[in-house]
């Protein structure tokens, strides 16, 4: 019989993963079920949230509840041994008591290391652990954390750096975002760094650090000194992180703290905030390189696995890779905490579980591919999806047919949605929520960012290749990329005929596809290659700004209605994007409520400066400049795309984009389309706060 057992992580990033054998045969995060960025659902509804995530997972591979053995769970909020005990049964009855696996306390960032080593097919290797913040241990918080794991044994805690209190810095109060008056470790100074720039998801403070790693390519560190993370003869110091924050008019001191100054949402980077990257992520890469040379002396392996938020840095892997003296490297792909699910359930097979109730443990279950989501496609009815929607369709009957009718629609510029059956776990698209298109054209980069992931103009594009020929276009020091956690120098004679994908320091993050990914993916690599002479694709996550990876096919098909995305390959079905200027727009609110910035009200719509605030349906105020007013006004669901164009005295091309961000504002949508699809969750059966006396 299988051994089978589901981990939870419970903090932010929540997520769910069934463990079979020893090796992972589920796993999926609680945002692309929810489709709420992070999993950050209220929290009434976290429960049911989550028994509906672990039921989509165990029904996709034929199981329920009964099938499973055993069940354990991880949390950064977790401070002492009695409350990992307890942390299941804020699940309620979906976990039954009397199969609950415990980890030991502190088990956050033991199950980001176990993630990382029982899916490396290492038979023992140095772990690190680096992230923003770990579990409570007492008063304080884990900080950096390091382990020597070897099979069969238990796991044993090498190093292990803490903070002097719980709080996590970044906490809003008052419309501010305060930090603590001592700040303390490599996660956390990026993180405040990050915020400090603007760089959050938005509505939180989640940082969103990949745009710090992206932005210091732009930039040239303030000083030659580091101003946030000293190495000295006694290791890591963050003494003068608060003063340079402060001198650099990036927080100011109160007696509650550090407030923290970040740039104004919305306004323009300065220079200044491009040599602020530069500073943090030098500073960032060698105290991770610091960190790691103390383990491997500390450990003698030469064997490295990482996990932690801090190591989808994927220009500090490289540099841990070419510059430490290391013969093995692997970093888990799901690196932040949505992985923990999978740590805590792992370490619960190979060490929780009594020896006999499991096979011997052995090496070589190295991770294949993290094609680990719910199947979507068995039995969906893609053709009945595109009708519903009004789109024109094509089902090919061979792999081959549906890659070569890819590449075509690449090949010739287009950007185009690709989902295949089961997602990917993590961060990255590997092949199965994509978006991809032409890493040679000019102008793919600029237009693929503007038109539909509306994203900042300084965002690198990773490069999905064919590993047989990495080495021709990259310097590449492993023998592998497999999961987009590296990046490497794009070889000068080649940067010409991929431009696209060559970020601003001459470097690319890459993916290697080798024959042995499931599905169709390498496929279609092939078949541009064979067209084009390139072997690879731009490849970017299959999302709109501010929302999660696709998960769903109607996800997928309501992308065409939000974003400038030329067609979607659909499993085995092309469909085609819809003319979005024969589509009639609609204000989402009832009345346009304007309070106007203008002394000349009668000429509010005939004057491309016209400024106002608009208040919508919700109250949410919106700065809406003349044209968008204009558009605004005429948005009565009856007049399409192009006559409202034509009246405003603007291109249609012109009108669709700017209506297109309004909608992501929420300020209109298409009449007589299907909504986008949501998720409802369940409300309290009773306020007695709004009950009529």
Known sequence: MALRIVGFNLSHDSSACLVEDGRIHAALALERTTRVKRGVVPAHAYASAMADLSQQLLGGMGLDHSDIDFWIASSTESRDQHDEQRLASTLGLLVPAGRCLVLPHPGHHLAHASAAFYTSGFDSAAAIVIDAYGSRVGLGRERETAFTFTMSATPQRVLQTMRADDRIAGRRRGGALWLPKDLSGIGEIYRVVTLALGFHDSGTTYDDAGKTMGLAAYGRPLSRENLFMQIGPAGLSFETAADSLVELGLAVRSDDGLRLVPRALGSPLQQFHRNLAAQVQREFEDACLYLTRDVLARTGNRSLVLAGGCFLNSVVNIRILQETDIDRLFIFPAATDDGNSAGAALYAHHVLVDAGAREPAHPGRALTNVFLGPPRLAGYDVAALADQWGLRYRRYETQRALATAAANAIRDGEIVGWFQDRAEFGPRSLGARSILCHPGLPGMKDRLNQRVKFREPFRPFAASVLAEHAKEWFDLPAPDSPYML?????????????????????????????????????????????????????????????????????????????SRLDRLFLGRYEIEGPDLASLRPLRTFTELNLTLHTTQTERLFDADSALATVADGGQRRHQVAGVRLKLLAQATGEVPVRDMAAEAGVGEEEAVDDILDLMRHGLMRWAGIPDAPAVAFPLPQYDPQSTAG
């Open 486 to 562: 590296l990046v490497c120098p794009v070889l000068n004679a080649q940067r010409g005929a991929i431009n696209e994908v060559v970020h601003a320091d001459g470097t690319c993050r890459i993916q290697t596809v080798d024959h042995d990914l499931p599905g169709p993916f390498r496929e279609l690599l092939e078949v541009f290659e064979e067209q084009t002479g390139l072997p690879m694709l731009l490849n970017t996550s299959f999302n709109l700004r501010g929302m999660p990876i696709v998960e769903r096919p109607e996800d997928a098909v309501a992308c065409l209605y939000g």
